[in-house]
């Protein structure tokens, strides 16, 4: 297997992309994520492929460092771009369309944050979906996919699914089988990040919770996901790595419920991930000056 990897590093850089969606430079990692996705929907995956591949491509093409494309970090947003359109919309020629031209443009703009060297992870994602999805419902009919309009399936309500839920929901799965996938392929790259990102979620469940939020939501693991993504990237060997795991995860938790209770971005498809970018880039801003100040 290894020497298709070799033969064509492209496959080995467009899985790696898929595995970074959750932080992991791991090829086995993104193809357990890229079967996950197939196991909800077909068009998920494809849609995964294809706006991964753009987002590469066009890293590629435009000369972006061989290095940075080789560790999959213009692949990640690209492929949330892709899943995400095929999971709020039906995919119609336009919506193909759209999932390649916004994978590639989650690429340039990934580029451009990654030359001023800051940390905003998913957000090219978050803000080319937004638009997209305000856009659609404004100036177009084209309706929503059967993963919307489907009427909700029954819950595991045991504490064990929840976080596991949590992991499924951070590529837009809402069953059992994806989230124990994807929580098994962040565990073969590294095992430490896979359980820091399963007591996140275990924590952002219990403080939604004690906030009165939805318990079937809860237990979806739709206010969970962003705690593991915050749980996944101060993730360490470190004593001091927990403590900054779970004031990440309280922030991330806090601006969460608080954007989902105002009804804020209820327009432009919810708050996806910008809860997880906005607590991890606060709890990394706090990092910085305690370490200008006492180291």
């Known amino acids: 297997m290894n020497k298709i990897f070799i033969k064509i590093p492209f496959i080995d850089n467009l899985l790696k992309g898929i595995g970074q969606i959750m932080l992991q430079e791991n090829r086995w990692t993104g193809l357990l994520f890229l079967i996950g996705i197939f196991m909800g929907s077909w068009q998920g995956g494809v849609a995964t492929i294809l ?18 494309i080789n560790a999959g970090l213009y692949g990640f947003s690209a492929a949330l771009v892709g899943v995400a359109l095929s999971f709020f919309f039906q995919t119609t020629l336009f919506i193909w369309i759209l999932i390649v031209l ?36 404004h100036f177009t009919d084209i309706p929503p996919s059967e993963m919307i309009t489907a009427k909700p399936v029954s819950v595991n ?32 790259n590294s095992p430490l990040a896979a359980l820091y990102g399963f007591v996140g979620a275990l924590l952002g469940a219990y403080i939604s919770f004690t906030r009165g939020e939805s318990v079937e939501g809860i237990h979806m693991g739709l206010f969970g996901f962003n705690a593991v993504l915050s749980a996944i990237v101060f993730s360490g060997i470190k004593k001091i790595d927990g403590l900054w795991v ?10 969460d419920d608080i954007l989902i209770d105002n009804d804020v971005f209820s327009s432009f498809g919810g708050v996806l991930t910008f809860p997880f970018v906005a607590g991890t880039c606060i709890t990394l801003l706090m990092q910085k000056i305690i370490h200008k100040k006492f180291v």
């Open 51 to 68: 706006a991964t591949s753009a987002g590469t491509f066009t890293a590629m093409k435009l000369g972006y460092e061989k290095s940075e």
């Open 246 to 255: 779970l004031i990440a995860v309280f922030i991330t938790v806090f601006i």
């Open 102 to 137: 916004g994978g590639a443009l989650a690429s340039v703009i990934q580029h451009f944050f990654i030359s001023k060297k800051i940390p905003v992870f998913t957000f090219p994602f978050i803000l080319i979906i937004w638009v997209f999805i305000f856009a659609l419902h």
């Open 157 to 188: 309500y045991s504490e064990f699914m929840t976080p596991l839920n949590g992991f499924g929901e951070v590529i837009f799965q809402g069953g059992a089988l994806s989230g124990i996938i994807f929580f098994i392929a962040v565990f073969i």
